[in-house]
């Protein structure tokens, strides 16, 4: 896909739709004759123009035939005469076919909707007029009228208090079409003051870039598109049509955060699209402007799938392995599919069980371990569990420059990626007093200088990037639970909390969460690399035994540990103590700090 910085050339025609209204259509990409590449059709809502599409228009004009037109009385697409009754739902269906017709007579388009777009992409997906017109359809951010109808009335007909608090959340939420069901003042209010200070508003509320968006024909747009809401929005709520099921696949892309739409308007919609895809994203409203890049990517596997091609992601998981996520697998695949994570520490314990985990949810997956043998065979497993792609890397974290290099040219070859799980560790046992010099270098080199250069490096791309992202540091629960046997562990997993906690604030503003997991007692190989400081390498094997044999019998899996990771950049939670022991001394850390200090005295059995 073409990366965000350039613009694709735009070719740009009138079509006539209903009633002689005159539609600016603009195309980028290759034209679609028969046998061409499949074509994809953008729908914009209100208060926008085409205009919202070109980042994501950019993107997927590599591979697509990609058509964005204005809708009537938006940008440069003419008013009807009279506005009234001019912006029905029917009016709008004709407008469509029209442009279908003139972009891709011989063969059907892959519809996308935003907001209103996508209102009228469910009328088009739904009425019998469309059929055969439409592969596929990708709504964002904007519900069938009709099954709104119907969702209503359910919540009418049969009260749960879910139901009623759902229905009270939604109408709260839709303030603004009571607003603009007013006569005139929606009019003077975006002629005026409203249309000047929107840029901004957009800019501060939902981390827009304002590069050639929205246009200046803002004010004149949002004064006429007041109508699609006082044309459809009573007439199709209080009589919904009885069937209006969609006749093709169709893809539900969810903004979790949306200030206008409840995610619980969607429970009930399997039911209108028997073949539905959902997907979930953590953006607001206008997610073609601050999220291009996933939805072209979503866009994209979504369109291969339906035109055939095997869709990346879309396999079962290997039926021979036991699957990490288990019943969260629906949730994290809406999440996460498509999306690329990079896992330090891939080879074995925790890293692997991560890197699998995110490749049951359909991830693209960077596998990153200096035992390149083992961050192979974490990349294959990856690829037989489902991940949409997988790569290893055999890269020392520890290693500034070699760090360095691999953050550039995995942005180079896959994009910035969307989620980095800085895991990589080594133990360290043994008095302060017998911890050299060399010793503590060594476990701060890669326990926290190796999480500093993957925080520095892939939290300055995700930040210039701009559309968000998620940083996970796998900290400890030695973070908060002092100990006279691990001085320099404790202390590395320490500071890798406070890190993660100064970050959480830092990147906060662009839309990036950290999460430090702190994991207890994990049987992992870990046990069985430690170094104990201070003692002969026959006390080192033998200690080492005994450590593996006590984690061995605690038998926490790291699959726990990973599925705790999944959720935590699910929920964008900020620490995630993992085991009941880390929970416990979490909770002690907090209220009873003196029996934490009590209990670091306790020399531990050697």
């Known amino acids: 896909m073409r990366g965000g910085a350039e613009r694709a050339p735009v070719r740009e025609r009138f079509v006539t739709g209903a009633g002689g209204v005159r539609l600016c259509v603009a195309e980028r990409g290759a034209a679609a004759p028969p046998g061409g590449p499949p074509t994809i059709v953008l729908v914009h809502g209100y208060p926008d123009s085409k205009e919202v599409w070109s980042s994501v228009a950019d993107r997927l004009s590599d591979r697509f035939h990609v058509v964005s037109y204005d809708v009537r009385g938006h940008g440069r697409s003419t008013a009807p005469d009279p506005l009234r009754g001019g912006f029905t739902l029917e009016k709008l269906t004709e407008d469509f076919l029209a442009v279908v017709d003139a972009v891709s007579p011989d063969r059907p388009v892959h519809l996308v909707g935003h907001d209103w777009g996508s209102v009228q992409g469910w009328e088009f997906a739904t009425v019998t007029a469309a059929e055969g017109r439409i592969a596929s359809f990708t ?3 904007g519900p069938s009228l009709d099954h709104f109808g ?32 007013t006569p005139v003042l929606p009019e003077a209010a975006w002629r005026g003051p409203l249309g000047r200070q929107w840029p901004k508003l957009l800019a501060r509320a939902e981390k827009v870039p304002s590069d050639g968006y929205p246009t200046t024909s803002l004010p004149q747009d ?39 739409l409840s995610e619980g308007l969607y429970d009930d919609l399997e039911r209108w699209a028997p073949r539905l895809t959902r997907r979930t994203l953590p953006a607001k409203h206008w997610v073609p402007r601050s999220r291009p890049d996933q939805l072209a990517r979503w866009i994209t596997d979504f369109v291969a799938g339906t035109e055939g091609a095997p869709a990346p992601g879309d396999g079962d998981p290997d039926p021979a392995r036991k699957t990490v996520l288990g019943r969260g697998l629906p949730a994290a695949r809406e999440r996460f599919a498509g999306q690329l994570v990079v896992v330090t520490g891939a080879a074995s314990g925790i890293g692997r069980a991560t890197a699998l985990a995110f490749a049951e949810a359909g991830a693209r997956v ?3 371990d200096r035992d390149a043998e083992g961050a192979a065979s974490t990349a294959a497993a990856a690829l037989r569990a489902g991940a949409a792609d997988a790569w290893p890397e055999a890269v020392d974290v520890a290693d500034a420059e070699a760090m360095e290099k691999f953050a550039a040219r995995s942005a180079d070859l896959r994009g910035v990626p969307d989620v980095v799980v800085n895991n990589a560790g080594i133990g360290l046992a043994g008095p302060f007093l017998d911890t050299t010099v060399e010793d503590w270098k060594q476990v701060l080199d890669v ?30 629960a030695a973070a908060f639970q002092p100990s006279r046997a691990l001085p320099a562990y404790s202390t590395s997993k320490a500071a890798v909390l406070m890190l993660s906690e100064c970050l959480r604030a830092e ?35 033998r200690r080492r035994a005994m450590s593996a044999k ?5 038998n926490y899996p790291p699959e726990k540990v990973a599925r705790a990771v999944v959720r935590a950049v699910r929920r964008d939670t900020a620490v995630v103590p993992v085991t009941p022991e880390a929970r416990g001394a979490r909770l002690l850390s907090r209220m009873s700090p003196g029996a934490l200090r009590a209990l670091a005295r306790v020399d531990p059995p050697m």
């Open 507 to 541: 990147l906060a503003p662009h839309g990036i969460g950290v999460s430090a997991i702190c994991p207890g007692l994990v049987n992992t190989a870990i046990t069985g690399s430690a170094r104990h400081a201070g003692v002969s390498e026959e006390e080192q094997e």
């Open 139 to 141: 709504s964002i951010s």
């Open 222 to 260: 949002a004064a006429h598109g007041a109508w699609l809401y006082r044309d459809n929005v009573r007439r199709r709520l209080s009589r919904p049509r009885p069937d209006p099921v969609a006749h093709v696949p169709v893809l539900l892309v969810t903004p979790t955060r949306d200030a206008f």
């Open 447 to 476: 326990n926290l200088w190796g999480v500093i250069h993957g925080c520095r490096l892939f939290g300055r791309q995700m930040a210039e990037r701009g559309q968000g992202g998620h940083i996970v540091n796998t900290a400890s």
């Open 550 to 554: 006590l984690y061995s019998l605690r």
């Open 150 to 181: 119907h969702w209503i009335a359910r919540r009418l007909r049969r009260p749960t208090p879910r139901r009623a608090g759902q229905l009270l959340g939604q109408l709260t939420k839709s303030w603004y079409v009571y607003a603009l069901h």
């Open 366 to 368: 960077v596998a990153v």
